[in-house]
């Protein structure tokens, strides 16, 4: 909207404006000898200064959020079309739950390899539908994917697998599953502690 653009407008007519500034006094001064050059080059430190501190209050928070974006979010991954969690969980949650299964079904292929898809029919089996070892299935299904990329539903996945693993009398199958995760290069330093800790938890409960 150009309400929000003016603000930018205008404070970049003030960073040309100072820079203008400091060029011109420069130019200036140097005909007043090096005493009026000492003089000039202060006054056209201040007005880049300005400059400076303009560009930082209005410029460089978009261009930080943009280059963060840009590192979590390489363009690679940008070309996959994103999951629309929203429809999926507004129909799990509500009357008929079954309409988030057929959704979900419905799904191009690429988008059913999504963790984010994953995240939903566990959530949906396990919590809706009353059916564990098909939220169980999903959890698997995901992480035996070929080519799966760091993302921050993978714990979620991973920890979700132990949980229904276990509360089917499958315990093995869990510590299985998370020591073999501990060894892949998908998950942060902490999300490694945090399976770490279940996997040493559940070694002490099983005796294993």
Same mark, same amino acid.
């Given at each position: ?74 363009? /690679?991954? &940008?070309? +996959? %079309? ?10 799990? =949650?509500? !009357? ?21 898809a994953a995240l939903a029919r566990i959530e949906l089996y396990r ?12 959890a698997e299904e995901y992480l035996t994917l070929s080519g799966r ?16 693993? /276990?509360? &089917?009398? +499958? %315990? ?10 501990? =060894?892949? !290069?998908?998950?942060?330093?902490t999300e490694k502690s945090e399976i770490r800790l279940r996997l ?9």
């Amino acid at each position: 909207m150009l309400s929000e653009k003016l603000p930018k407008i205008f404070g970049g007519l003030l960073i040309f404006a100072a820079l203008a500034a400091g060029a011109f006094v420069i130019f200036l001064c140097q005909a007043l000898g090096p005493a009026g050059a000492i003089i000039g080059a202060g006054m056209a430190a201040g007005c880049g200064s300005a400059a400076g501190i303009l560009f930082v209050k209005i410029f460089l928070p978009d261009m930080a959020e943009s280059f963060s974006g840009m590192l979590l979010f390489p363009k /690679s991954f &940008l070309k +996959e %079309p994103p999951f629309e969690t929203g429809a999926v969980y507004a129909l799990m =949650r509500g !009357p008929d739950p079954e309409k988030a299964e057929e959704f979900l079904e419905a799904l191009p292929p690429e988008q059913k390899r999504r963790p984010e898809a994953a995240l939903a029919r566990i959530e949906l089996y396990r919590d809706h539908l009353g059916r564990p070892e098909a939220a169980l299935t999903a959890a698997e299904e995901y992480l035996t994917l070929s080519g799966r990329r760091k993302n921050p539903c993978g714990k979620a996945i991973l920890l979700a697998f132990a949980d229904l693993a /276990s509360d &089917l009398g +499958e %315990p093995g199958r869990a510590l299985d599953m998370l020591a073999r995760e501990l =060894r892949r !290069p998908l998950y942060t330093d902490t999300e490694k502690s945090e399976i770490r800790l279940r996997l040493d938890f559940m070694k002490e409960q099983t005796g294993s």
